[in-house]
């Protein structure tokens, strides 16, 4: 894609046409229960007391929805990201083992037909590793936007 070669777009063309079906494949689950979640939280929200006197104000419904719906919506979705990376580092492992991609799933898969202990320690260790860090950064990435969690923090200083 650098390169100057005169067949680039049609190789960046072929990259994107061999990336729709993979993405797709990791994108829709996860996307489709993220959806889900900020439907159901923007709902529960949306019938709270505040939202009916901002409407009292004479705020337009666009922004009623996007100053104060989403923004206190949005807190107990974040942690749900976390729980989404082990879904996806999931849906990852399968998804190189039907498009034949070489990856940490194929390797994983390769060294359990191989019965190459070893490796398969150290890919459910990496993989255990990123699943467990992604969690513990969503979880903080929630508390730090979290109007409850940041009027606890200032309480107690």
């Known amino acids: ?88 580092m999931t849906f990852a492992i399968i998804t190189e083992s039907i498009f034949n991609w070489p990856g940490i799933g194929t390797w994983l898969l390769d060294a359990l037909s191989f019965k190459d202990y070893v490796a398969v320690q150290a890919g459910v260790l990496t993989v255990g590793s990123v699943v467990l860090l992604a969690n513990i950064f969503s979880d903080l990435a929630g508390a730090a936007i979290s109007p409850l969690a940041r009027k606890e923090w200032y309480a107690l200083k």
């Open 1 to 88: 894609m650098l390169s100057n070669h005169p067949q680039r777009s049609q190789a960046v063309e072929d990259i994107i046409r061999h990336l729709i079906m993979p993405t797709l494949v990791l994108a829709v689950a996860p996307t489709t229960e993220i959806i889900k979640l900020l439907r159901d939280s923007v709902s529960d929200v949306m019938s709270q007391n505040y939202i009916k006197a901002a409407a009292t104000k004479g705020l337009s419904k666009s922004e009623i929805v996007m100053r104060h719906g989403l923004k206190n919506a949005l807190p107990p979705i974040i942690p749900k990201f976390g729980i989404q990376i082990s879904t996806m």
